[in-house]
Structure formats: C-alpha cells, structure tokens
C-alpha cells in the first residue's frame, strides 16, 4: 500500500509538469502510466516529429520535451509505476484507493488524471474468431518466444514489431508474414534481412493479404486469409502473432463515475476537479468550454489543479501563493542554493 | 461551403456543409457525428478517423501523403479506398463528396 499526497495517472508532458507544479508547493505525487516508457503521447507517437508551440522553445522533438520534463522534476525524485493501468476506485473516509493492474494500492486524497486519449493499448484482430483464442495462441506481443520454437507462426503487420519478430523467430520456427499491402513500412535494413530470409525460404511473405478465419478447437489449426481480389488462401498454422501498433482507450477510468463527454471528462476551470471531490483531470483528457488540446493549456491546467490538491492534501495548512524567484522554500525543495544567486 | 455525405456503418447518412479548407474529419468533429474518432486530433498519428471514399470519388482526391498509407496499416479493417479523413480538405472540387466509416474506429 502507498500512501501519497497525490496520485497522477499519465505520464505524458501534463502529468510530468503536474508533478513538478506538485513538487515546489511541497506535495509528494507517484505517477502510474500503462506504456512501459515516460513521455505518453510524445513517445509513443511523435518522439521524432518537431513541436512548435511550447512557450520559449522555437523548436524541440516529443523526445526532448519529454527529455526536458524530467530534467526539471528530477529533484522530487519520484516514483513511476510503468505497464501499470489504474482499474479500481474506492473511496475510504477521505481518502481514494486505486487499484492497479498489477494490484498495487495506492491511498491519497488527491487523484490528477492527465491520461490524455486513454490508456496505450495493442490494436486486435477484427475477426471474431481472434478473441476466442487470445492469449493462447493469438497474441500482441510477447512474452517467451520459446512457446514459438518448432512451430508454425503467421506474423501480421508491415511495421518494425512484425519485421523484428518474423527475423527473430525464423531462427527456429516456420514464419509466414502477411500485410495487407505489398509495402512494409519498417527500418529499412529490417525489410532487406526480411527479404534475404525470404529468398533462402526461411521467412513466407504474404501480401495483400488480410486475416479472415481462424480455426480449431483448443488451440489453432488453420487460418483462412483473404486477399485483396477475394480469393481465399487456408494455411495450417500453431500461432498468429499480430503486431498493429497501439489504440487508445479510456479503460476503467471510464466506470469511476465521472462526468463524461464523449471520450473526455467535464472539469470546472477554477480548480481541474471533476464531479469527485479530490479527483481532477488535466490535459487532452478534460474538456470545459474553449478547451484547446494543447500542450501548454495541459501546463496551464496542471498549475491549478496542484493547488487545489494543497487543500485535500494539507487541510490543516494555508496555501501561500510564492514565485520559484523569491522563494526559499521552493528553492528548497529544488535544492538549489539560495545563497548562491 | 461543400456538401459532405458521411454514411454510417448502419447505411444511416448525414449530409453536411462543411466550410472549405476544414478537414473532412473536422467537418465530422465539429457536427459532433458518430463514428470519426480522431483521437490524435488531425496530426496523423493515430488512425481513428478512417473512413471509406465512395468508389467514384476515390480517383478524385488528392493522392495520400507518405506517413498516411503506413497509418492506415493500424486503421480498423482498412480497404484499398480506405482513407484518413483528416487528410482529405474540403473544397469546391470536392463538393458532394461521399465517404463510408468503418463499423468502428478502434
């Protein structure tokens, strides 16, 4: 159990700076992201594509603005709990209790969503049958690929994930990769091993093919795929593998009994809390009239909403509004030197 | 001002005027229909506003930018009409445009 001023739920460039607008008026955070990296979207879709619109920077990558955040909260030294998705909430007397998925409890008074579109989550099949046999022999990515060794694998995708995988496991398995177009979109060097394993009859490429069937009781027998045209091609197959890069749902967050619109929770703009006491959102995750899904409106929205933490966090105790210029106590907990200039 | 025929999955069809130089799926977002994501907000970095360009009109547009096919690869059930409507802008040449969304975005 971890017990926290604040829980932040995102770690993208609004939880981030949440964190650091948490950190100078003192409060503690932990932040929970369901990626297995920091940044959110700014990692997982744009970490090379230039952002123009930060105040004060002309110019910087998703890479260095995440890069940069942490930079300037490294002095709170905290703690994030990656692959972690929040499922459960409870309220206990004046405290929250989130459950994660990997059944970590965390106990605040205090819940920042900055989750921006939802969690990260592995695009599936669209085929029925694909549910019926997921995490059994489909799958979205893996774990031990020793259940592959001596079997036969059909791989779908045309990225870096179907590429990698199709080379790795054509080391000792039958592979077949299929895409719905004759272009793989992957590394280049990638796509020439590819087809170099695919002129020695180690690797199968199947294209524009789509999944259509699969079958078999307990585990896979066959699948059907489909080709563009119609025509129908049925292989014996072990494994399908699928590799379509990454959705973004909601989740549980969803079921916490939060004002929704749409995809977004409804916020009041003096202070980011939802309809629940003590649980505000911020970020492209909220929306109130005039909510621009900008960056800096995210760092807008996280300076209030620390604030209105203060309250629930420290009941006993007065906010004080200080500039990071003048103030020893926030210079403190920087550690920076205030004799120093 | 174009007309911008969107057809749901269940053939329900809503025709809109959607001002030029919009994105079509601006002109979806902002009439608040069903069925067009958009989740990444028009940047194409997801690919949660495909939709289906009608037959006839799938030759007239212009063509894809580079990035746009490789997020189609991640689209719900792409086809070769298949496009990202944030992608498609709204002009004269397009008035009576007519476009199918997929059964669901993600």
């Known amino acids: 159990m ?84 929040v499922e459960e909430l409870k309220k206990d007397v004046s405290n929250w209790q989130v459950t994660t998925s990997k059944k970590k409890v965390f106990i605040t008074p205090n819940i920042i969503i900055a989750g921006g579109v939802g969690s990260f989550e592995p695009r599936k099949f669209s085929t029925k049958d694909a549910e019926k046999f997921e995490g059994k022999s489909v799958f979205y990515s893996i774990k031990d ?3 592959f060794k001596n079997k036969k694998i059909c791989i779908f995708g045309g990225g870096d994930s179907a590429l990698d995988w199709a080379i790795e496991l054509s080391n000792f398995s039958e592979v077949t990769l299929v895409h719905r177009r004759t272009e793989f979109r992957g590394a280049p060097s990638s796509l020439e091993t590819v087809k170099k394993l695919e002129k020695s009859r180690k690797i199968r490429i199947l294209t524009p093919y789509q999944l259509n069937t699969i079958e078999g009781d307990k585990n896979i027998k066959s699948i059907s795929l489909k080709k563009e045209d119609g025509k129908i091609e049925k292989l014996e197959m072990d494994y399908v593998l699928g590799f379509f890069g990454l959705i973004m749902k909601l989740g549980p967050i969803a ?20 309809n629940q006491e003590g649980i505000f959102a911020i970020g492209d995750i909220c929306t109130y009239p005039g909510k621009l899904k900008l960056i800096l409106s995210g760092f807008h929205e996280a300076a209030l909403a620390a604030r209105a933490c203060y309250k629930l966090a420290r009941p006993n105790e007065k906010y004080r509004f200080e500039f990071t210029t003048t103030s020893k106590n926030i210079k403190g907990r920087l550690g920076i030197d205030s004799n120093k200039k | 001002m174009s007309k911008i ?20 799926m601006e002109g979806a977002v902002q009439n608040n229909l069903m069925g067009i994501d958009a989740d990444c907000g028009g940047s194409m970095a997801c690919a949660t506003c495909h939709v289906y360009v009608d037959e ?51």
């Open chain 1, 255 to 274: 079921n916490w009994g939060l004002n929704l619109d749409k995809k977004t929770i409804k916020v009041n703009t003096e202070t980011f809390q939802t």
């Open chain 1, 2 to 85: 971890i017990k926290t001023d604040v829980l932040v739920i995102g770690a993208g460039p609004t939880g981030l700076f949440a964190v650091h607008q948490l950190g100078i008026i003192g409060l503690k955070s932990e932040v929970v992201d369901n990626l297995d990296k920091i940044g959110g979207q700014c990692i997982e879709l744009y970490p090379d594509k230039p952002i123009y619109d930060i105040p004060a920077i002309s110019e910087c990558t998703g890479e260095e603005l995440t890069k940069n955040l942490l930079k300037q909260i490294e002095p709170f030294e905290t703690n994030f709990h990656l692959n972690e998705r």
């Open chain 1, 145 to 147: 690929k020793n259940l």
């Open chain 2, 5 to 24: 025929t969107y057809i749901e999955h269940n053939n329900k069809s809503h025709t809109i005027d959607v001002p030029n130089g919009l994105s079509v």
């Open chain 2, 56 to 106: 006839n009109w799938h030759e007239k547009l212009p063509k894809k930018e580079e990035g746009e096919e490789d997020m189609l690869d991640v689209a719900y059930e792409p086809n070769r009409f298949s496009r990202l409507s944030c992608q498609i802008m709204v002009s004269n040449d397009l008035d009576g445009l007519i476009v199918r969304l997929p059964s669901k975005q993600a």
